[in-house]
């Protein structure tokens, strides 16, 4: 098993910044492909940004792209999401995913392809 806990969530005006953190426990952390994913009000969840278990390479939906970075650090088994120039649209739920693909291909959009989920963190961009 394994445990997400997402923090860093909140209310931020458009134009300015954020860094979700999201924090693994249980099962080793440094194999984990790791995604992070949205779900606005009304909407499908949808993939934002993933990263391998290595760290490289990194993947990015397009409407974030130049502006979402994802990192990770395994010795704090803790992904991070720095969003930066955010937008009233970026408004949503955001998780953190966990996929242990076993050195298979890592169908990082695909949430069914994720093994563990966490609960979420609220960001909310004013105009």
């Known amino acids: 098993q394994v445990q997400l806990v997402e923090s860093g969530g909140g209310l931020v005006q458009t134009g300015g910044s954020l860094r979700l953190s999201c924090t693994a426990s249980?099962?080793?952390?440094?194999?984990?492909?790791m995604g992070w994913f949205r779900q606005a009000p009304g909407k499908e969840r949808e993939f934002v940004a993933a990263?391998?278990?290595?760290?490289?390479?990194?993947y990015y939906a397009d409407s974030v792209k130049g502006r979402f970075t994802i990192s990770r650090d395994n010795a704090k088994n803790t992904v991070y999401l720095q969003m930066n120039s955010l937008k009233p649209e970026d408004t949503a739920v955001y998780y953190c995913?966990?996929?242990?693909?076993?050195?298979?291909?890592?169908?990082?959009?695909?949430?069914?392809?994720?093994?563990?989920w966490g609960q979420g963190t609220q960001v909310t961009v004013s105009s």
């Open positions: 995913a966990a996929a242990y693909s076993g050195g298979g291909i890592f169908y990082y959009t695909e949430r069914a392809k994720y093994h563990y």
């Open positions: 990263i391998t278990w290595s760290g490289r390479p990194t």
């Open positions: 249980g099962r080793t952390f440094s194999s984990a492909n």
